[in-house]
């Protein structure tokens, strides 16, 4: 929607991390609200407890919205908006703690604003960082934000992916066990993934990108003696890439792929693909740990987050960085903006 401030569904995440500290602080922000209109999706005792606490003010420009209704006129006046959603537990939330009503409460925020997506209300959905505990000690089985909006979006075989200016980074799995990997790699999986992440930076870098694909096992298996994931689904999804036309090398032995960041050189690459979470997630916090952003692929809607977690050691003292949370927020902005569609 060129032209117009872009509407973003922006969730605080689990109340007892750096969540909505960070978005009080992003709430303030003068650049951002000329940039895009939040609906803030949390609970107003606990963003006042944090402002107390972190030594931070709740925004004049913050309108409330108690409850789940969506007042018409709110929305005209292009302020922020906090979507107000009261319980009990608020007033004894400690931070640094898992709670099931953080649990609980994160994820119902997330369905309320992947709803308000869905209907047309919201435009984009940027996420807090949410506690995989808390969440299943409010009985929510799912292993993170990326399982759970596939569940939330019909059934969409999304992929998780970091963007920086650096580096960028898709991964084949997720949240999955280490020896669980290996059985989740299929050619028709790890093609969808390969699509997905032409098609991003494509969309972010523009003309036709080359994307590197990494190998399982040191030294790319090695012929097969340390494995034979490579000869038998990476080797194959890649010529399968290859002969869509797709620009897609591999598999690259992982412990050279990414020298280029230490001799502080221009990646090789326009893209990455990882076999598995730490594989991808280390070089890219090595080399954009402040402003990586983490965007799901292959959703109905666009949702970034920041690439960092719930950080229960400094929460509501006043001590988190905003940079990586501004960062999602432009980025979302940004897409919506330039007509991006998942």
């Not at 007033?91 to 309320?112: D, F, K, L, S």
């Amino acid at each position: 929607m060129p032209g117009k401030r872009p509407r973003l569904a922006v969730t605080i995440g689990d109340a007892a991390g750096v969540g909505p500290e960070l978005v009080l602080r992003l709430a303030s922000d003068s650049d951002i609200a000329e940039q895009c209109q939040l609906f803030i999706y949390g609970n107003h005792e606990i963003l006042q407890r944090v402002a107390a606490s972190a030594g931070l003010t709740l925004s004049r420009s913050l309108q409330i919205c108690s409850g789940p209704t969506r007042a018409a006129d709110a929305h005209n006046t292009g302020k922020h908006i906090l979507y107000d959603f009261p319980f009990d537990e608020a007033a004894t939330i400690t931070p640094g703690r898992v709670h099931a009503a953080c649990g609980r409460h994160a994820h119902a925020w997330i369905c309320e604003a992947v709803r308000d997506i869905q209907t047309g209300r919201a435009d984009v959905l940027v996420t807090a960082p949410i506690n995989k505990a808390a969440l299943h000690a409010a009985g929510i089985q799912v292993p993170g934000h990326t399982e759970l909006l596939a569940s939330l979006t019909n059934g969409a075989t999304p992929c998780m992916a970091f963007h920086s200016d650096r580096v960028f980074v898709s991964l084949a799995t997720i949240h999955e066990a280490l020896r669980d990997v290996p059985g989740l790699l299929t050619i028709p999986g790890l093609l969808h993934t390969i699509r997905l992440t032409c098609d991003a930076c494509a969309r972010f870098k523009g003309g036709q990108p080359r994307i590197a694909v990494l190998a399982l096992n040191p030294h790319a298996g090695e012929g097969c003696l340390f494995g034979n994931e490579e000869h038998e689904v990476i080797a194959p999804a890649i010529a399968a890439a290859r002969a869509e036309g797709l620009a897609v090398s591999g598999p690259l032995v992982p412990d050279t792929a990414f020298t280029w960041l230490a001799a502080g050189q221009p990646s090789p690459y326009d893209g990455y693909v990882a076999m598995y979470h730490d594989q991808g997630l280390i070089p890219f916090k090595m080399a954009a740990f402040d402003t990586g952003v983490n965007v799901t692929l292959g959703l109905p809607l666009i949702r970034t987050s920041p690439d960092h977690g719930t950080a229960f050691d400094i929460a509501w003292q006043g001590k988190a960085a905003p940079t990586s949370f501004a960062c999602a927020i432009r980025l979302a902005a940004r897409m919506v903006n330039s007509g991006d569609k998942q």
